[in-house]
């Protein structure tokens, strides 16, 4: 008999991360919702991490190191007509993909996101600097934070996907060329906790700069600041 179509495609870039994406896997078996699949897009992790995954997941690989690059390989072999990405180090809310599907009965919606809390401890100050970079200014702008968002297949696969070229601030530059197609919906009914360990390691100041640097760049050059180091 043929495999039911999946109504949500979840997609997983990885590397290197068997301490986090168990929780992951995790998390995601606990969702109200339940017609989904899951696909994992692996840039060759030389830990655990594929064999994880593989229990719980459809896995692919993919050597480019770019992450943008792995999100369009997984949206590529998708079956849904939704697109949710989470990074590897993410535990989602119960509801979230539940949440996330009532959001698309609005047709004018075309993508959506919801807050990111740290799930590490962190101090009030990088807890701020957490919470005003993954969503305060996506909520402000009405952008996306690619830990963490979803989309229309059709409207995704309209728009281009990620922008190869781009080793970060791929995830503002593509909410830019998606908003020609609908709107984003920031959903506060759910919630998505991803590791704080950039910020904590790179502290306030230089997680701030980078990401300023990053938007004058891109306005001034259509480029992004490729020195972005594997933190694990």
């Known amino acids: 008999m043929p495999r039911t179509k999946p109504a949500i495609s979840v997609i997983i870039p990885s590397y290197n991360e068997e301490k986090y994406i168990g929780m992951l896997f995790g998390a995601l078996g606990r969702q109200t919702f339940s017609n989904f699949e899951t696909i994992v897009v692996d840039g060759n992790s030389t830990d655990h991490t594929r064999e994880i995954s593989s229990k719980h997941a459809k896995v692919v690989t993919d050597s480019s190191q770019v992450i943008g690059v792995a999100r369009n390989r997984g949206a590529k072999i998708a079956r849904g007509d939704i697109l949710v990405f989470l990074d590897a180090d993410s535990r989602p809310s119960p509801d979230l993909l539940e949440k996330y599907y009532g959001v698309f009965k609005d047709r004018r919606v075309v993508a959506a996101t919801c807050p990111l809390v740290p799930i590490e401890r962190v101090s009030d100050l990088l807890g701020f600097g957490f ?14 934070c690619g830990a963490n968002f979803a989309v229309r297949r059709d409207a995704f696969m309209k728009s281009g996907g990620f922008d190869r070229t781009l080793t970060t601030y791929e995830d503002v530059e593509f909410a830019k060329r998606l908003r020609r197609y609908g709107s984003i919906r920031f959903e506060n009914g759910s919630s998505v906790a991803v590791s704080a360990r950039r910020i904590k390691k790179w502290g306030i100041i230089k997680f701030t700069y980078f990401n300023i640097d990053n938007v ?4 001034l050059f259509g480029r992004s600041n490729s020195d972005y180091e594997r933190i694990r």
Request: glycine share 6%; net charge positive.
């Open 216 to 219: 004058v760049r891109h306005a």
């Open 131 to 144: 919470h005003f970079a993954t969503t305060t200014l996506a909520k402000t702008f009405c952008g996306i």
